[in-house]
């Protein structure tokens, strides 16, 4: 199927207060187990080939692999480059045929990120590809588990909010709300009613970033107040690795990988779905 261009979908969750997941994949068997659970639900799903993950898998080798299986698939997947604060990245994804982008400004003083999201939206608008921007810093890690917490982070302002997506064109803005990349030591609180000013004075939908180990009540929470887009990372790791872990007795003895990576794409599918179904469960 064609591959799920532009903000429509995104759009119509925020109206409709569901969200869309992103999914976060480093390999083959990730990427195949995101489609597997686009499929099965019958929901658009942004599949998310990152930039840290290219230093794991390469970025022609992963963004080839998601391409392919998106395109091949029968589900309405996007495909989604995650936290790059590169503009040449963030332009060989666009040229490759991804269908949106994310620049990370977040670490920068507000006027250049400004400066480096305007560069970024101006390029991909070009090709029709939508860009997320984000505002305020998440704590914790990408790619690992620190059991960070929100203190950590810096949360978004929200007039400066709205000053940001005006002056730069973005069109989806992930928040630091008190989320938090990766798992963390105590459950999350999210500062809903910051959310909800942010909501009332942004114009386009916004993002949730460390959707990962969420108490269910703050996830739903936050799609009633303008969450379109929600990216989840270590959920799926710790499916995989799971599912590595309990395999092994069995497949270590004839060094059997196949029904290794099997019982890992299994895992992540199950758990996708399941995520997927929740956020379109209408908060
Ligand atoms: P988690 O690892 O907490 O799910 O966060 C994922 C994420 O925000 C990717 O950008």
Redesign the pocket.
């Known amino acids: 199927m064609m591959l799920l261009y532009g903000t429509d979908a995104l759009t119509a969750a925020a109206r409709e207060g569901t969200a869309l997941p992103?999914f976060?994949a480093y390999n083959l068997e990730t990427v195949q187990a995101i489609v597997a659970a686009a499929e099965t639900s019958g929901r658009p799903v942004l599949l998310?080939a990152?930039s840290s993950a290219f230093r794991h898998a390469g970025r022609e080798a992963l963004m080839a692999l998601a391409l392919d299986a998106a395109r091949r698939s029968t589900a309405r997947i996007g495909v989604h480059l995650?936290?790059s604060r590169d503009l040449a990245e963030i332009t060989a994804c666009i040229e490759a045929g991804y269908t949106s982008v994310?620049v990370d400004g977040s670490h920068l003083p507000f006027a250049e990120n400004v400066a480096l999201t305007r560069a970024a939206v101006r390029r991909a608008h070009d090709a029709g590809v939508w860009v997320e921007a984000e505002l305020g810093a998440?704590a914790?890690d990408?790619?690992v588990?620190t059991r960070a917490t929100a203190a950590g982070g810096s949360m978004t302002d929200p007039g400066q909010a709205a000053e940001f997506v005006a002056a730069t064109g973005a069109d989806a803005l992930?928040v630091a709300v008190g989320?938090?990349?990766?798992?963390t030591a105590e459950p999350v609180r999210l500062d809903l009613d910051r959310l909800e000013r942010i909501g009332a004075l942004v114009p386009v939908p916004l993002v949730?970033?460390?959707?990962?180990?969420?108490p269910e009540a703050e996830l739903l929470g936050a799609l009633r107040r303008g969450v379109a887009k929600v990216?989840?990372?270590?959920?799926?790791?710790r499916s995989y690795l799971a599912a590595v872990v309990s395999v092994l007795p069995e497949a270590l003895p004839g060094s059997d990988t196949v029904a290794t990576w099997s019982a890992a794409r299994d895992a992540v599918t199950a758990t996708a779905l399941r995520v997927t179904e929740l956020l379109a469960s209408r908060g």
């Open positions: 992103g976060v998310q990152g995650d936290h994310m998440l914790g990408e790619d588990s992930a989320n938090v990349h990766g798992f949730l970033h460390g959707a990962s180990g969420l990216n989840v990372n270590a959920e799926l790791r």
